[in-house]
Nanobody, 127 residues
């Protein structure tokens, strides 16, 4: 089972950049697709980005496509989310999580397709 811990959040002005990191441990990480999700105050948790086990395919929500980039380093058991051109509406707690067993590519952009969540890291974008 994969365990994760996020870091790298903070306060940034609109237009700025942040890089989130997700340190993974436990068995199976190198064979598990991983994702980033976020939850803003008063809103449902939403999908942001995902990456397949070998990094060969990435997925993005429409709201972040072209601005965010997900990557992974299996040797270091790390997943990253590079966030550029940040907007105030990107303000949220960002979570790293593992894709549930049996989830298909058609389901990978659903927030319910993930488990083994981390504690999250706060990202605040000021206008």
């Amino acid at each position: 089972q994969v365990q994760v811990a996020e870091s790298g959040g903070g306060l940034v002005q609109a237009g700025g950049s942040l890089r989130l990191s997700c340190a993974a441990s436990g068995l199976g990480f190198t064979l598990t697709a991983m994702g980033w999700l976020r939850q803003a105050p008063g809103k449902e948790r939403e999908f942001v980005a995902a990456i397949t086990w070998n990094g060969g395919t990435t997925y993005y929500s429409d709201s972040v496509k072209g601005r965010f980039a997900v990557s992974r380093d299996n040797a270091k058991k790390m997943v990253y989310l590079q966030m550029n051109s940040l907007k105030p509406e990107d303000t949220a707690v960002y979570y790293c999580a593992a894709v549930k067993t049996g989830i298909t590519t058609a389901q990978i952009m659903g927030a319910d397709s993930y488990d083994n969540w981390g504690q999250g890291t706060q990202v605040t974008v000021s206008s």
